[in-house]
Nanobody, 130 residues
Framework: QLQLVESGGGLVQSGESLRLSCVVS????????????IGWFRQAPGKEREGVSC????????NYADSVKGRFTISRDNNKNEVYLQMNNLKPEDTAVYYC???????????????????WGQGTQVTVSS
């Protein structure tokens, strides 16, 4: 099992920044040997969940939704088992619950296209006021 816990959400004004953190832990023997891609997703009220950004286990490959390119940056520190989402120049339309999720990137998933994520955190609320 992969466990993910998000933090860092809050209420900010338009144009401000937030950094979300996702702590990743493995609680099943054998899972720590796998390569875990981590993605950030968000879901606004009344809307479907959408992929925001994702990063490979090594950190060398990343992808972003068009709506956040140039404003959001994903990174990870595997020594700390943490994945971050730096969100700059936030807009009211970024308001949503943000989730981090994990998937074994060697298991044939389309993780790079935000597909196949098996393990999910509980979410953290981000609210951007105009």
């Amino acid at each position: 099992q992969l466990q993910l816990v998000e933090s860092g959400g809050g209420l900010v004004q338009s144009g401000e920044s937030l950094r979300l953190s996702c702590v990743v832990s493995v609680d099943t023997a054998g899972y720590s040997d796998r390569s875990w891609a981590i993605g950030w997703f968000r879901q606004a009220p009344g809307k479907e969940r959408e992929g925001v950004s994702c990063i490979s286990d090594s950190g060398h490959a990343t992808n972003y939704a068009d709506s956040v390119k140039g404003r959001f940056t994903i990174s990870r520190d595997n020594n700390k088992n943490e994945v971050y989402l730096q969100m700059n120049n936030l807009k009211p339309e970024d308001t949503a619950v943000y989730y981090c999720a994990g998937v074994d990137e060697d298991a044939g998933s389309t993780w790079y296209l935000f597909g196949g994520y098996d393990y999910w955190g509980q979410g953290t609320q981000v609210t951007v006021s105009s």
